[in-house]
């Protein structure tokens, strides 16, 4: 399986940037969704879309950011709108591969910086 994540950069307090992640190799999805880590900080929760279409947030980011899938493509996206400097981080996509039987196996993209000027 192979996580190939895209869209991080430098933007200005208020601004949107939009992350993609696209998995290849990989024979079923299942959950789809980003993670981030600040320095010094856990990794945290951001957001997550379900095979089904259901979608859930961390708390910090709900009603600015929004997770989409493409399964045509293998790919997630993560729309941040009205970023923060708080929201400064290496972003991560996280995605299940579904096995029949067992629970599914997560892999990690490589992240990408997001970094949100004051």
């Known amino acids: 399986v192979q996580l190939q994540a895209s869209g991080g950069g430098l933007v200005q307090a208020g601004g949107s940037l939009r992350l993609s992640c696209t998995a290849s190799?990989?024979?079923?999805?299942?959950?789809m969704g980003w993670y981030r880590q600040a320095p010094g900080k856990q990794r945290e929760f951001v957001a997550v879309?379900?095979?089904?279409?259901?979608?859930n947030y961390g708390d910090s980011v709900a009603g600015r950011f929004t997770i989409s899938r493409d399964s045509n493509k293998n790919t997630v996206y993560l729309q941040m709108n009205s970023l923060k400097p708080e929201d400064t981080a290496v972003y991560y996509c996280?995605?299940?591969?579904?096995?029949?039987?067992?629970?599914?196996?997560?892999?990690w993209g490589q992240g990408t910086q997001v970094t949100v000027s004051s």
């Open positions: 996280n995605v299940g591969m579904i096995q029949l039987g067992r629970p599914q196996r997560n892999y």
């Open positions: 879309s379900s095979s089904g279409g259901s979608t």
């Open positions: 190799k990989i024979s079923a999805i299942g959950t």
